[in-house]
């Protein structure tokens, strides 16, 4: 029997690696993660040694306001700190931010990150979806989409760059939407925690429009750009004080701990790790996609995220037989099946070292090369 009769396929998610040691017998630590979308350079050597001098620091609650660190956050993002929250996550700030904006009708522009529907399905409102089209290369049509915000709409979702496609709406095209929801009366979430990925933050940033529009905000954090998925901290930026004092009202003191407001501090200063992470990501990202581009059973996309989507072109094979392929080698990649509005054969990876990239690349090209 082959491998695409095994019933029923298992489903793992980009960070589901426990599952997978259990499942293929293949240990943990010996299995490269292209599913997790995480920084391959790892906590930053300056972070690590600041921390461990630190430890001390889980004796005292942090500041309840957190202030050092949203200066720092501000700094970084160019914004005011008025205008920033942080929280346990972006997922802490993504629950709340939906769970207090009660949405009749809210739209998420997909295929993208599970999350948002999850969260949106707790509140009792309406939820639907607008697909990118694939034969766009997932660019937003504009047009399209102001056809699709009907008059009830009230909340719109997006992620920018977006998880799994990669693609990005530029600022311009952010301000339009934002002026255009403006005059309709829609809030929008902007999820940016891949924007320090692209090839030019500049470009797609939701940033500067804070200032200008109070109908939206923007959720980033510190999991995948700096390597720290386990630290647990993201933050929100809206100019919509009284927004954010309502969702201020409905967290839980301290949710960051003293480590992770802490390291946040030393992180966004680390200009070198940046700079680093940076040079690595683009110029791999680049090299990958040329690669992928001379294989003649894959479709690629134009990518602004630290992750590549390939659509599979090869008659009978599956996302799930491209995952088993790289797993079986030590490499875990993203099988897309489980995204809402990606009909098709799709596989996502996300940038790791140059090395295990060309392992990944090879992998890959036994089978659709
Ligand atoms: C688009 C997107 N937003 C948010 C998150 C969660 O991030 P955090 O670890 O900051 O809660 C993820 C994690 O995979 C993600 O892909």
Not at 105 to 110: D, N, S, Y
Not at 182 to 204: C, H, K, L, N, Q
Not at 326 to 334: C, F, K, S
Request: net charge negative.
């Amino acid at each position: 029997m082959s491998e695409n009769h095994r019933q029923p396929r298992p489903a793992f998610h980009g960070s589901d690696i426990e599952q997978i040691e259990k499942y293929y017998g293949i240990p943990k630590e010996t299995i490269v993660k292209f599913g997790a979308n995480v920084n391959p350079l790892g906590l930053s050597d300056s972070v690590r040694s600041s921390l461990s001098e630190h430890l001390d620091i889980i004796t005292s609650y942090p500041d309840r306001d957190y202030r050092s660190l949203r200066q720092v956050i501000a700094a970084y993002c160019g914004t005011d700190m008025e205008y920033v929250v942080t929280g346990n996550g972006s997922t802490e700030l993504i629950s709340l931010l939906i769970g207090q904006r009660k949405a009749r009708h809210a739209l998420v522009i997909g295929p993208t990150y599970s999350e948002y529907a999850r969260e949106l399905s707790l509140t009792g409102g309406r939820i639907s979806h607008y697909y990118l089209d694939e034969t766009r290369v997932f660019r937003l049509d504009m047009d399209d989409l102001k056809n699709t915000l009907t008059d009830d709409v009230d909340f719109l979702i997006l992620c920018n760059p977006n998880n799994p496609t990669s693609s990005a709406l530029t600022l311009d095209e952010l301000r339009a939407l934002a002026a255009l929801c403006r005059e309709r009366g829609i809030f929008i979430m902007i999820d940016e925690t891949y924007v320090e990925f692209a090839p030019s933050v500049e470009e797609i940033s939701g940033i500067p429009l804070v200032s200008e529009f109070d109908n939206l905000m923007i959720i980033r954090g510190v999991s995948k750009f700096f390597a720290a998925p386990g630290l647990r901290l993201g933050y929100g930026v809206t100019s919509n004080r009284q927004f954010l004092e309502e969702l201020k009202k409905h967290q839980n003191p301290w949710s960051l701990n003293s480590i992770g407001a802490f390291a946040g501090e030393l992180m966004l200063e680390d200009t070198e790790y940046i700079r680093r992470t940076r040079e690595l990501i683009l110029s791999e990202r680049s090299r990958c996609l040329d690669t992928l581009k001379s294989f003649p059973y894959v479709k690629t996309y134009p990518a602004y995220g630290n992750f590549i989507l390939l659509k599979l072109l090869k008659e009978g094979l599956t996302s799930f037989d491209v995952f088993e392929h790289a797993v079986r080698q030590g490499m875990m990649i993203r099988d897309c099946s489980s995204f809402e509005g990606l009909p098709g054969e799709y596989v996502r990876f996300c940038i790791m070292n140059p090395e295990d990239n060309t392992r990944l690349l090879r992998c890959l090209g036994e089978l659709l090369a």
